[in-house]
């Protein structure tokens, strides 16, 4: 990131769970101290069922998502048919790892398709592509590690791995300067897309000493 | 008239140092990596071990990283070092393979020929100042007897009978040379397995970028097994009576 670069300081996770996959991120775009968007949307819809969370450089991640989202067009209209999650995850994972020199971008690509259900895959910075039962990314991950590990369980119900979602960029929101605003959350299943959003004034908070 | 009583930000020009006046660098940095892998000739063939570890920095952040990969039905290709860069290589031996199967001239790729390649490919791209940021363990079974080889970011190559990368190479290397030199012919499978289980628990006591799970690969006339992830467990009992400063009680 050099100065006057426009960061996604973010804290972003993704959860299988049983039926799908739930996508979470907080919405605060930095630019220095400054927060540039309070309200900023890091869910970004590649296809019908496929999603991409973004952290790291706002224009180099949303230049990626666009290309990517119009090569997901293209195999549609292609091959007849959705591509898979796999499939989007190897194109973002292409172009950061070819162009790592010029990126900063960390990305979880998650969705739902009829072949594998719901998956994560994350592609940090190198540009290395990881299939993982869930994921976190973004500058507010650090903070949540411990709890992930401690709280993750596989199979999850709905309403489970939302609530673990929706607790873990709480706390990463808490700690760190660069993630904040409100939660932004979206499950994604067989039957589609279902997006929440949390206003600032509802984000769970924790312990305090006042 | 004063113009400047005030001060003025924009006077006299100075250069900028932010997003849109630096040019575009190249940065040579690994990011996520893969610690030591350790490789040794035994009596039926080669056997090589590295842990299951991905780290990004001091973080320990992908802890289910496979860096033990099987190439054709006779070589095993282990990394460490930057795991990008291993999984682009591991690619494009694959599609190698492939394209040696559809000459359909009865070759297939040999660990000899996957030495050689990975040798020319990384000297190659280090000349040109892109390099691939791993060292490779190649270990394979040819022509009657084990095969084991180095391939380093810098094009650097050799063979031997034992190979340990990363810090491995300082702290597992000597254990191995004692334990194998002399005696490839004769060491059997258990010993072999032995020795790379007391080197992984050693990596795992000083290596600060382990991890207590890792991968085996054994490949003999049989072919390639990879097995694990195996446990470590870790010696601490001695921590019971030692571990104070001084003189204190």
Redesign the interface.
Known sequence: M????VNLGTSLMAVTFKGGIVIGADTRTTSGPYIVNRVTDKLTPIHDRIFACRSGSAADTQAIADIVRLYSEMYSVNFGEDPTIRTAAALFHDIC?QN???LSAGIIVAGWDKYEGGSVYCI???????K?PFATAGSGS?YV?GYCDKNFRENMTQQEAVDFVKNGIALSISRDGSSGGCIRIATITEAGVDKIFIPGDQVPTFWNKS | MDHFSQGNINYPPQPR????S?P????LN???VGSSVLAIKYKDGVMLAADTL?S?GS?A??RD?ERLYRVGDFTVLGASG???D???TTHLLDTLVVEEYYTNDGHVLKPPNIYEYLSRLTYGKRNKFDPLLNSYVIGGFDGGEGFLGYVGHLGTSYQSSTIATGIGAHIAQPILRKVVEGRENTITEEEAIQVLEDCEKILYCRDGRSLNYYQRAKITAQGVEISGPHKVEGDWQYGVKFGKYGNFK
């Open positions: 050099k100065p006057g670069e790892y790592k020199n010029a940090p910075l190198g540009g290395s592509l990881h993982q650090t590690y | 140092s932010d997003a849109f630096d575009t660098t190249q940065t690994p990011i996520v991905a990004f973080l952040r992908f990283c930057d795991i990008s291993f999984q682009y």
